[in-house]
């Protein structure tokens, strides 16, 4: 049997949910990640230091139910156009790690997102001066919606990358041969964090013969030259690029409908479909410093000190995992991937 040890990944880019849909969730990502990088768009949003206070709060109360000890949510707030310095630094030193931006009304519950950037730029200084990382969903509004990502990618990212030399940016959920360009030709204090179901996915996989709703999400998969490019750079061994599952569930009357919810629910199988990936690409060695190495380096965080083993061995996805009355869709429901991620126990 293969078994492939690694150090304990993290994900930097999660969507945790509240109440029960986060207690559901929130197996799949602690009892196998060290850390993760907590999304900020829950309903309502997470704006303020006390506000992730108390959703981080929330999410120990279920990480003690879980026995899950190792792992520590690191906390993000949204930033919106009532966001000032005076929150960006009540933020930090209440242990908030990120900022993220959402442009307007571009994803899952940004509307109230921003609108002119301009108007923050005294908290990208405050959040530069106390070394705060932005995270930005990298998609321009009103933009047809396969070059929204390449027209933010080309122009608002090399500019606040101009503009604020010493800020860490993340190009969260990179899916375009043109960004992940833009991301290497840029200092080293931008990166990118790559999800596993755009190393998968183009838009046939979406809308190319019937309409998958579990594989719809922003933003949307690409193209075959885009999803190759995201898979050399994964496995490139290019600091610049780190894990973060975007993984982002919805409720399956949410999805499977007339105006379904963007978000792949991919924590479920996240490490295995990497495998499986990196396997193909003859690159398993590189895996590690993907998932466990450059992510936690980029964030100033020390590396985890347990480890994970992925065996070589079937792992039948289920249709749905049933939380309540909920019925949510993992990523490559009701497969059978070649690969499991199993816990190392001392
Ligand atoms: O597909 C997505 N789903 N993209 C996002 O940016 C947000 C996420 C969500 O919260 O559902
Ligand atoms: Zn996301």
């Known amino acids: 049997m293969t078994t492939l040890r690694i150090r304990r990944p993290d994900d930097f880019h999660v969507h945790l949910r509240q109440g029960e849909i986060l207690a559901g969730v929130l197996p799949a990502t602690a009892l196998t990640f060290g850390r993760a990088l907590?999304?900020?768009?829950t309903?309502?949003?997470?704006?303020t230091a006390a506000d992730a206070v108390s959703y981080r709060q929330a999410i120990c109360v279920e990480i003690a139910k879980l026995g899950a000890d190792h792992f520590h949510p690191l906390m993000t707030i949204k930033l919106v156009s009532s966001t000032t310095p005076q929150t960006i630094l009540a933020a930090r030193a209440a242990g908030v790690v990120a900022g993220k931006l959402y442009p307007e009304g571009v994803t899952t519950n940004s509307e109230d997102g921003v609108r002119d950037l301009e108007a923050l730029y005294p908290v990208f200084e405050q959040m530069q001066a106390c070394e705060m990382v932005l995270c930005l969903h990298g998609e321009s509004p009103g933009v047809f919606c396969m070059d929204r990502e390449q027209h933010f990618a080309l122009s608002v990212l090399p500019f606040l990358a101009g503009c604020f030399p010493k800020l860490r940016i993340v190009l969260e959920h990179v899916t375009t041969a043109a960004a992940l360009r833009t991301v290497e030709s840029l200092h080293d204090k931008v990166a990118a964090t790559v999800t596993p179901h755009h190393?998968?996915?183009?838009?046939?996989d979406v809308v190319?013969?019937?309409l998958q709703p579990h594989h719809f999400c922003k933003?949307?998969?690409k193209t075959p030259q885009d999803r190759d490019a995201l898979i050399a750079a994964a496995v490139s061994g290019n600091p610049k690029f780190f894990l973060g599952t975007d993984s982002a569930p919805h409720p399956r009357d949410q999805k499977e409908c007339a105006s379904g919810c963007a978000g792949v629910f991919c924590a479920p199988v996240a490490m295995e479909v990497l495998a499986e990936v990196f396997e193909q690409q003859e690159a398993l060695p590189k895996l590690e410093a993907l998932t466990s190495e450059f992510g936690a380096r980029f964030y100033g965080l020390p590396l985890n000190d347990s480890y994970v083993q992925l065996v070589r061995e079937p792992y039948a996805v289920p249709q749905y995992i049933e939380v309540g009355d909920t019925q949510l869709a993992p990523f490559r429901a009701a497969t059978v991937l070649n690969w499991l991620c199993q816990i190392e126990t001392s």
Do not use: E
């Not at 309903?43 to 704006?47: A, C, F, N, Q, Y």
């Not at 190393?199 to 046939?204: F, G, K, Q």
């Open 199 to 204: 190393l998968l996915l183009t838009l046939d």
């Open 43 to 47: 309903l309502p949003p997470i704006l």
């Open 208 to 210: 190319g013969d019937k």
């Open 219 to 221: 933003p949307i998969a």
């Open 38 to 41: 907590v999304m900020p768009n």
